[in-house]
């Protein structure tokens, strides 16, 4: 069963939001290993830019779609408005680490990291978008 929100029947490719999901997933891991708040701030800004402007001036979405052109990975259309959620909770995690790298708060950073990482694995490596069973749950009520 498909499923779509009755509001905004956009649909959007999940496979490369799946790309998207692992390159976030290498900068939060290259932050980590050479700890540059750069990193941090490009992944803000990328995912403002995906949420809020044009995916084509997106650093990391023109990055994904070209790997699966050149992998040759087939599309796999989904609900644009429930990953359209699970990137508002990417920010809302990049803005987090941001804030406690700045702030220096080594403890909460690394909680954040590890709970970010873990669920854009899940949907790296197994399709489940955790942002977007949040979006079908509160849409039920």
């Known amino acids: 069963m498909i499923r779509s929100c009755p ?34 701030l490009f992944l803000v800004f990328d995912f403002m830019v995906r949420l809020y402007g044009d995916n084509n001036y997106s650093l990391t979405f023109r990055l994904a779609t070209w790997v699966q052109k050149q992998l040759r990975l087939p599309s796999k259309y989904e609900d644009a408005a429930a990953k359209r959620l699970a990137g508002h909770f990417g920010l809302l995690f990049t803005l987090l680490l941001l804030s406690a790298y700045l702030l220096e708060l080594p403890q909460f950073f690394y909680t954040v990291a590890t709970i970010f990482v873990s669920c854009a694995s899940l949907e790296v490596l197994f399709g489940f978008c955790v ?11």
């Open 7 to 40: 509001i905004n029947f956009q649909r959007i490719d999940a496979t490369t939001i799946r790309i998207v999901s692992f390159i976030v997933i290498i900068a939060i891991v290259l932050h980590v290993s050479i700890s540059s708040s750069w990193i941090l």
């Open 131 to 141: 942002g977007c069973k949040v979006y079908y749950v509160i849409q039920k009520f």
